[in-house]
């Protein structure tokens, strides 16, 4: 355990100290003005108190970031618009949703693929090509279609996950399914198993590392993809909102702990699926 905290511990000081370094190289100019204007003195230290001190930093530093999460956090009742965690789970609602669809959907692709060889000619190609577009531009338009249909709210930003996450569990799926051993695969022939026999009892089990493996990615791009669905629907809720909020009013420490929030969730929800893999690949006797 020690061997493996002691890179991650140097790994993040150094990554603290490029970000102090940062912060000072970018606030320095505004800071520098701000002090002559006040007609106080400009030395070195001055200067470098004011640019890790500024309201409205370019770059603000680590504690002022993580002041603004604790004020958030602990300042506010979980269910106000003022703290993040009612953000943070506006935007988990969409994720996951967004998940589960993109689950089902990668799911139902993969195995048409594996089991028809047409598909596989003429569907495969399409998937890859969707994920070439990028997600910024086809937003605005998946939340102005269903917006037109009468579909608002959480809908618009779990079709925008399910876009994005469907693909790595195609692909994973695709991988996991055909991994099954063919000498298993030839006993179950000769007792005439059914297709759909040999999916449930051979393929689906040899697929489940590959699945975990695909949701792992699947997860942190669906919170991406419930935050890129925030910011065009205007919403006053979500780490979308948030950061939207943020850049309006130039509130660069309240965008910044948007961010953080939401790599936290990200690696969250990551963990929650590691666990579930340790559970269900643990009980199935896997490795």
Known sequence: MTKRALPVTVMTLLLLAAWYVGAAWLNW???????ARAGKPTAFGDVLAQA????????????QVVVELWKSLTGYAPTS?????????????AALTGLAMGLV???LLAAGIVYTRTLE???LPWVIASQTIPILAIAPMIVVILGNIGLTG??????ICMYLCFFPITVGMVKGLRSADPLWLDLMRTYSASGMRAFWSLRLPASMPF???SLKVSVAI?????????????GQAGLGARLLSGSYYGQTVQIWAALIMASLLSVALIGVVRGLELVLLGRAGAR
Not at 29 to 34: D, F, K, L, S
Request: hydrophobic share 50%.
């Open 29 to 35: 100019p505004q800071a520098v003005e701000t002090l």
């Open 222 to 234: 669906s919170v991406v993809g419930a935050i890129v669905g925030e910011l065009p629907t205007g």
């Open 105 to 107: 959907l990668g799911i």
């Open 81 to 93: 618009p003022r703290n993040l965690l009612f953000h943070t789970w506006v935007t988990t609602k």
């Open 211 to 213: 699945l975990f493996a």
């Open 52 to 63: 890790y001190a500024m309201k409205r930093p370019i770059l603000p530093t680590p504690d």
């Open 154 to 159: 959480l809908l618009p930003k779990a079709v």
């Open 121 to 123: 000619a003429s569907l």
